[in-house]
């Protein structure tokens, strides 16, 4: 299947840090969302981004869709100890066949030191 | 709140016992999904449904199983399970039209010894 390449593999990180993560494909998606993993849960949606260009932000965090389709950032600022976590980036495309599947990277797991 | 529920938070099963996983959404999602998570790995998705008795392979479904009798219920199944399935099983759901946010269970932890 498609992949994405999701970087960096790990964070170890200082409280009151801020953070960047991002995540390249290869190929063209229409839709990109970043969700985070607490420990011993689901993940959570964060942000979904839906037009090339687009900067959201949530709080402390904020996230851009590439300009190439292919590319999508996190950043998060001010760390705080609730942070720790995986963070995943997916991207999606609107094929109808599609049955709205997501590709998912592999994951950020973000330490925060007090 | 959309709430997706899976049956066992933790399970210890035998190599080559069949192994039922159950997941079931209270949102009326027509899409339903099954991921294995494993270190450095990510999410990779091993069965799709996107409506009741309709199922597609994913990424890795070599192994797995699923079913979907009713709306709310997918079930992955494990034939004949293997130590190389040890892992950790998350389900998902998705309504069909808008967003393609999914929305996660908790988990399912197996382990087969």
């Known amino acids: 299947g498609q992949q994405l390449n999701q970087s960096p593999q790990s964070m170890f990180i200082q409280e009151g840090e801020d953070v960047s993560m991002n995540c390249t494909s290869s190929?063209?998606?229409?839709?990109w969302l970043w969700y985070k993993q607490d420990p011993g849960e689901g993940p959570v949606l964060l942000i979904a981004?839906?037009?090339?260009?687009e900067l959201t932000s949530n709080g402390r965090l904020t996230a851009q869709f590439g300009i190439t389709r292919k590319d999508s950032f996190l950043n998060i600022s001010a760390s705080i100890p609730s942070d720790v976590g995986i963070y995943f980036c997916?991207?999606?495309?609107?094929?109808?066949?599609?049955?709205?599947?997501?590709?998912f990277g592999d994951g950020t797991t973000l330490t925060v030191k007090p | 709140d959309v709430k997706v529920t899976q049956s066992s938070r933790y399970l210890v099963k035998r190599t080559g016992e069949k192994v039922f996983l159950e997941c079931v959404q209270d949102?009326?999602?027509?899409?339903m999904f099954w991921y294995r998570q494993d270190p450095g790995l990510g999410l990779r998705l091993i069965y799709f449904?996107?409506?009741?008795?309709?199922?597609e392979k994913g990424d890795i479904p070599e192994g797995y199983s699923v079913s979907r009798e009713k709306k709310e219920r997918f079930s992955l199944i494990l034939e004949s399970a293997s130590t190389n399935q040890t892992s950790m099983y998350l389900c998902?759901?998705?309504?069909?039209?808008?967003?393609?946010?999914?929305?996660f269970g908790p988990g399912t932890r197996l382990t087969v010894t």
């Open positions: 190929s063209i998606f229409n839709t």
């Open positions: 449904s996107y409506d009741v008795k309709m199922k």
């Open positions: 998902a759901s998705k309504d069909l039209a808008g967003s393609y946010e999914q929305y």
């Open positions: 949102m009326d999602h027509e899409n």
């Open positions: 981004l839906y037009k090339a260009g």
């Open positions: 997916a991207g999606s495309k609107t094929y109808n066949t599609n049955a709205g599947k997501s590709t």
